[in-house]
């Protein structure tokens, strides 16, 4: 299992630090910081999942590894630009008239 912090949605809350604190500290404000490179042992695995279940802002991230014998990702299909309806009939982005 291998973990990523966002410490840009990390509130301070403190959870993770109490639940895997080999693997979070709190810094001098209270906010996570995480210890080591994100890879969790398997007999760790369990106090880390829970962190990362409780944090309420959703600041631990599981990173999901590729093997090599995974199929590549699905490619994304690019826009019909051609066939974009854009007349004034059209959705408009957070707007009203």
Not at 1 to 14: A, E, N, P, S, V
Not at 44 to 62: G, M, S, T, W
Request: net charge negative; with cysteine; proline share 9%.
């Amino acid at each position: 299992m291998r973990i990523k912090l966002d410490r840009t949605l990390c509130d301070g809350f403190g959870i993770c630090a109490k639940h895997a604190p080999d693997y979070f500290s709190l810094d001098d404000w209270g906010y996570a910081v995480l210890v080591g490179d994100g890879v969790i042992p398997e007999q760790d695995r369990a106090a880390v999942q829970r962190a990362l279940l409780d944090c309420p802002v959703h600041a631990i991230l599981e990173i999901a590894e590729r093997r090599p014998d995974d199929p590549p990702p699905p490619s994304l299909a690019e826009p019909d630009l051609d066939n974009l309806r854009v007349d004034t009939g059209a959705a408009q982005w957070d707007m009203t008239r």
